[in-house]
């Protein structure tokens, strides 16, 4: 069965440091997300991407953030300079289509900022 | 903007036992509503969803949920529990194509 592959599982940094969250979703999926759930609070929506644009954006996904589809697999979420409030799991999610269709999530990357 | 309440954080039960983990969620002209689980160290797997029709939504491992318009609800239930269930339970709605996601019910089952 296909499925949302995320890498690396676990990342460590320092404060200040850029990071990039990697995700290959599913191969004939057109959507892509990114959420993140900060220890004991609620998953939330950062971003979604469709046809190479950001397609919506949440009040978090500030100018530090940047997402990005470099090749035809692979969906990165970059972290320019990290804070202390970044450390979360982040997820990327991928879905055929928006709205009705069923949203396929990764494992996860928990990002540790130091 | 779309908003889900799941009205409990913890729902310790014993196997075997029926379980009812709560959801509201704001009124909206229409709704689609999902729920989720996530097992320890691993991602989110849809356990069911309602887009429209028939209210009684039958889902994967014995799950199913009810929406209730009138009461803006979407509780999920199972009618006897496994020591596998153990996990955390999300219900969420989409907001034009997003998952709008409740604070989650962790179910513990126990022996």
């Known amino acids: 069965e296909p499925e949302v592959t995320q890498t690396p599982s676990h990342q460590v940094t320092q404060m200040g440091q850029e990071v990039i969250l990697r995700c290959v979703p599913i191969s004939n999926h057109l959507y892509f997300y990114w959420y993140r759930q900060i220890l004991g609070q609620k998953v939330e929506f950062l971003v979604s991407f469709y046809n190479n644009e950001i397609s919506e954006k949440s009040e978090i996904f500030d100018d530090q953030f940047s997402v990005e589809r470099p090749d035809g697999s692979n969906f990165t979420l970059k972290i320019r300079s990290t804070k202390l409030e970044d450390s979360a799991m982040y997820f990327c999610?991928?879905?055929?289509?928006?709205?009705?269709?069923?949203?396929?999530f990764g494992p996860g990357t928990r990002l540790t900022v130091t | 903007a779309q908003s889900v309440t799941q009205l409990d954080s913890q729902v310790p039960v014993f196997e075997e036992a029926p379980v009812e983990l709560r959801c509201n969620y704001s009124?909206?002209?229409?709704?689609?509503l999902f729920w989720y689980v996530q097992y320890p160290n691993q991602g989110l797997q849809l356990l069911l969803k309602?887009?429209?029709?028939?209210?009684l939504v039958k889902g994967i491992n014995g799950f199913e949920a009810e929406f209730n318009k009138s009461q803006t609800s979407f509780h999920l239930r199972k009618p006897s529990v496994h020591i596998s269930d153990t996990a955390e339970y999300f219900c969420?709605?989409?907001?034009?194509?997003?998952?709008?996601f409740g604070q989650g019910t962790e179910l513990s089952v126990k022996p």
């Open positions: 009124s909206s002209v229409s709704v689609y």
């Open positions: 999610a991928s879905s055929e289509s928006s709205g009705l269709y069923e949203q396929y």
């Open positions: 309602y887009l429209s029709g028939s209210t």
């Open positions: 969420a709605v989409s907001d034009g194509g997003k998952l709008i």
